[in-house]
């Protein structure tokens, strides 16, 4: 069985992307070194986040927005519940969204962000990291339409204004008046097209590979654990998997400590209709009807409670 890549952006796209494409088709993630995001904003970020957590839980409710599906601002701890879950994850959350100039086409679909007074260059710093993101996203989706047998720059339109977020997460201490059942996160597939995530070098985080075992999922510290979302499987007809991946609870000192994490959900522009490459429709296959991005976004948060 092939081992979860770990591969890095400073080689050659020709020479990683199919390495990238094997690990993303057997486990549905990969291991990204060298992915360009400056460690002194991640550090930065880090920082600022902290700060935005540790403010008393009246002032961050204050930047929840009720009815906004939490698709900007912040989502208090036991809100959100994976599909299928009987209880609530144990986290708290920030998002940031594209910022789109006034009367922009996709104004509707994308609320404009909100930013916490309380903390110090916290908008320039998190709309910089927002663009880091976005590049190092780009060069990835490179190797998979590489992989693909796709011009290399296949991504680019598709991608472009599109609904991407970033979401900074608190996972508290885990007191003892845990829910029966309750993680960090439960178990869920992604709904976007690629996540990059900072932060998952702290114990936790498994997938669930093809024979129905959990395995832990641990990149080096400053690298980017990433995974395929439910809407790069669709275009690909399940050959790249949007594997189901959760947080599970730590034991001992770690359980009294606070883990945090920012993953980028990078997603396709709204009106892009996902539709499976031919290249990846065999006869006999009967694959998912078209359906677009914003469509397809609107019937996966209604499953989770966020709309």
């Given at each position: 069985?092939?081992?979860?890549?770990?591969?890095?952006?400073?080689?050659?796209l020709e020479?990683i992307s199919?390495?990238?494409g094997?690990?993303?088709?057997?486990?549905?993630?990969a291991i990204?070194?060298?992915?360009?995001i400056?460690?002194?904003?991640?550090?930065?970020?880090?920082?600022?986040?902290?700060?935005f957590?540790?403010?008393?839980?009246?002032?961050?409710?204050?930047?929840?927005?009720e009815?906004g599906?939490?698709?900007?601002?912040?989502?208090?701890f036991?809100?959100?519940?994976a599909?299928?879950?009987?209880v609530?994850?144990?986290?708290?959350f920030?998002?940031?969204?594209r910022?789109?100039?006034?009367?922009?086409?996709?104004s509707?679909?994308?609320a404009p962000n909100?930013?916490?007074?309380e903390?110090s260059g916290?908008r320039?710093?998190f709309e910089?990291?927002?663009?880091?993101f976005?590049?190092?996203g780009?060069t990835?989706?490179?190797?998979?339409a590489?992989?693909?047998?796709?011009a290399?720059?296949?991504?680019?339109?598709?991608?472009a204004?599109g609904?991407?977020?970033?979401?900074?997460?608190?996972?508290?201490?885990?007191?003892?008046?845990v829910?029966?059942?309750?993680?960090?996160a439960?178990?869920?597939?992604d709904?976007?097209?690629?996540?990059?995530?900072?932060?998952?070098?702290?114990a936790g985080?498994?997938l669930?590979?093809?024979q129905d075992?959990?395995v832990?999922?641990?990149?080096?510290a400053g690298?980017?654990a990433v995974?395929?979302?439910d809407?790069?499987?669709?275009?690909t007809?399940n050959?790249l998997?949007s594997?189901?991946?959760r947080?599970?609870?730590?034991g001992?000192k770690?359980a009294?400590?606070?883990?945090?994490?920012m993953p980028f959900?990078?997603?396709?522009r709204?009106?892009f209709?996902?539709e499976?490459?031919?290249?990846?429709?065999?006869e006999?296959?009967n694959?998912?009807?078209p359906?677009?991005?914003h469509?397809f976004l609107?019937?996966?948060?209604?499953?989770?409670?966020l709309a």
């Amino acid at each position: 069985m092939p081992a979860l890549a770990s591969i890095s952006l400073e080689k050659p796209l020709e020479d990683i992307s199919d390495d990238l494409g094997r690990s993303f088709a057997e486990y549905g993630f990969a291991i990204v070194r060298d992915h360009g995001i400056p460690q002194e904003l991640i550090d930065r970020a880090e920082e600022l986040a902290k700060a935005f957590f540790a403010l008393p839980t009246d002032v961050k409710r204050g930047y929840h927005i009720e009815g906004g599906g939490g698709a900007r601002g912040y989502t208090p701890f036991g809100t959100e519940i994976a599909k299928d879950a009987q209880v609530h994850d144990l986290k708290e959350f920030w998002h940031v969204g594209r910022s789109l100039p006034e009367g922009h086409r996709f104004s509707d679909m994308m609320a404009p962000n909100i930013w916490p007074k309380e903390i110090s260059g916290f908008r320039e710093t998190f709309e910089q990291l927002f663009a880091e993101f976005e590049k190092a996203g780009d060069t990835i989706l490179r190797a998979i339409a590489m992989h693909l047998g796709l011009a290399d720059d296949y991504f680019e339109d598709t991608v472009a204004d599109g609904n991407s977020v970033m979401r900074l997460l608190h996972y508290p201490p885990l007191g003892d008046d845990v829910p029966e059942g309750a993680i960090r996160a439960a178990a869920h597939g992604d709904i976007n097209t690629i996540t990059l995530l900072l932060g998952a070098e702290e114990a936790g985080l498994e997938l669930l590979n093809k024979q129905d075992e959990w395995v832990p999922v641990s990149p080096p510290a400053g690298a980017l654990a990433v995974n395929v979302g439910d809407m790069l499987e669709r275009l690909t007809n399940n050959r790249l998997r949007s594997t189901t991946h959760r947080v599970v609870n730590p034991g001992g000192k770690a359980a009294r400590r606070s883990r945090y994490s920012m993953p980028f959900f990078l997603h396709f522009r709204p009106d892009f209709l996902i539709e499976p490459l031919p290249q990846c429709v065999d006869e006999g296959d009967n694959p998912a009807p078209p359906i677009t991005a914003h469509e397809f976004l609107l019937q996966r948060l209604r499953e989770i409670g966020l709309a």
